[in-house]
């Protein structure tokens, strides 16, 4: 009986114990199906291909859902192929001690199937076999050897607590004394008269089973199905997060740029501000753009922000602000749509078009360098075309204008974000 306190030790465990946390750890299996004895046999005597007689009981305890180990008591009786073999009967009981490994998680198995795992097991353990009558040695005492065993054990999931499985297992019997027909000696030559010859001979032998894994344990899954990346958010967890990222995309002031972006969060209404959402002062003479009357050219706030002394062709100063590149629409990554702190550039432009009607103007767009080439080139025409239909609007006649799509803008450093952000706009040519 001391033999298999260990398997008997890992059932009462496997009864009272249970997975924490993450996944269930133990499992217990009943298995039976067929055997083969392969060698050695006593010349003249046959085997079944699929002897039907072999049954085992196991307890398995996986540490992960990579490894584990188990405890396996296996029994049956190999005999004779009818008609073809002399008659003969051997009875067999092995107690083994084996790892385990979870190919099915190991090789991701759950990208083409959730309910099919492989397990391989290796291990070693204890035997014996009893011959009965008609054998010569069956008034011998049983034939005790060591056993190492090795298998691959297919699983499919039925439900959480049961999954069906179907194994394929080779043993190899160490210090077998003698054939699996127990009428001969395990040796190559028979000792005459008949006496152990301690050859320390091996024999082979496989058995097939199908069976069934009960799954013990208080969590949802069982570790051979557990995989991490299913780990889900709680309800609660999942409000706290969409909060967070509402919070995150508050605009409290409405310039277009989120709070937590935000260097100047309390922004007037209507002023134009930079990406970091700081008002914009273009002239940098202490009056904001959305305040001055002038914000292209430098002036107190006496008069507006406009220069003190009196500019005889405003027309001028405004074309050259324009055509130099001070006047720009900007877009947001991947869109045509103008950011709507930037949008009042198409308004002052719009304002110098009315004031001037002789004058004409092109819309030209730009991207930045990232995607395709082409793709690029349809964007920034999107884009220009986007400023064209405000510029419309406005009440700007059609033939005064023109909009075109130039593509990448290569005269930024790539590399930058912010630098970036400034490729993506609409420029302004005074025809």
């Excluded at 290796?122 to 009558?133: C, R, S």
């Excluded at 740029?257 to 202490?286: M, W």
Aim: proline content about 4%; aromatic content about 14%.
């Amino acid at each position: 009986m001391k033999k298999y306190a260990f398997l008997l030790l890992l059932l009462g465990a496997g009864y009272s114990t249970y997975a924490q946390k993450e996944f269930n750890k133990w499992s217990l299996e009943v298995n039976g199906g067929f055997n083969k004895s392969m060698g050695p046999l006593t010349p003249g005597y046959l085997s079944p291909t699929l002897n039907l007689g072999h049954a085992d009981f196991g307890a398995r305890y996986m540490f992960n859902e990579y490894f584990g180990f188990k405890g396996n008591l296996g029994f049956g009786k190999f005999s004779e192929v009818n008609g073809e073999s002399p008659e003969f009967r051997t009875n067999y009981l092995n107690v083994t001690a084996q790892g385990v490994a979870n190919f099915g998680r190991m090789l991701n198995f759950e990208s083409f199937s959730r309910n099919f795992t492989l397990l391989g097991h290796l291990g070693a353990g204890g035997g014996k076999m009893k011959f009965q009558d008609p054998a010569i040695y069956s008034y011998v005492e049983p034939d005790f050897y060591y056993i190492i065993t090795s298998g691959l054990t297919t699983l499919y999931s039925l439900s959480k607590r049961i999954a069906i499985s179907g194994d394929i297992t080779v043993n190899v019997n160490g210090r077998q004394t003698y054939t699996f027909d127990g009428n001969a000696f395990n040796a190559l030559v028979q000792p005459d008269p008949p006496a152990n010859p301690y050859v320390h001979a091996t024999g082979t032998w496989w058995t097939g089973t199908l069976g069934l894994n009960f799954y013990l344990g208080k969590a949802e899954q069982h570790a051979d199905w557990y995989i991490a990346a299913d780990k889900y958010a709680t309800k609660t967890e999942l409000a706290e997060s969409i909060n967070g990222i509402k919070d995150m995309l508050k605009d409290s002031d409405g310039d277009s740029v989120a709070d937590y972006l935000d260097k100047e969060p309390n922004t007037q209404v209507g002023a134009r501000v930079n990406f970091s959402g700081i008002t914009l002062d273009s002239d940098k003479d202490g009056t904001p753009d959305h305040l001055d009357k002038c914000p292209f050219f430098p002036g107190p706030s006496s008069t507006g922000g406009c220069p003190i002394e009196e500019i005889r062709d405003q027309a001028d100063f405004l074309r050259k602000a324009i055509d130099e590149g001070y006047v720009n629409v900007y877009f947001g990554f991947d869109s045509s749509k103008p950011l709507a702190y930037s949008i009042s550039a198409a308004s002052y432009v719009s304002n110098f078009l009315q004031k001037n009607p002789g004058l004409k103007l092109e819309v030209k767009g730009y991207a930045d360098e990232l995607g395709g080439e082409d793709y690029n080139i349809q964007l920034s025409e999107k884009r220009a075309k986007a400023v064209y239909e405000l510029l419309i609007e406005a009440g700007i006649e059609p033939s005064r204008i023109s909009y075109k799509g130039y593509g990448e803008d290569t005269s930024v450093d790539k590399s930058s974000a912010d630098a970036r952000q400034l490729a993506r706009r609409t420029s302004f040519e005074i025809k």
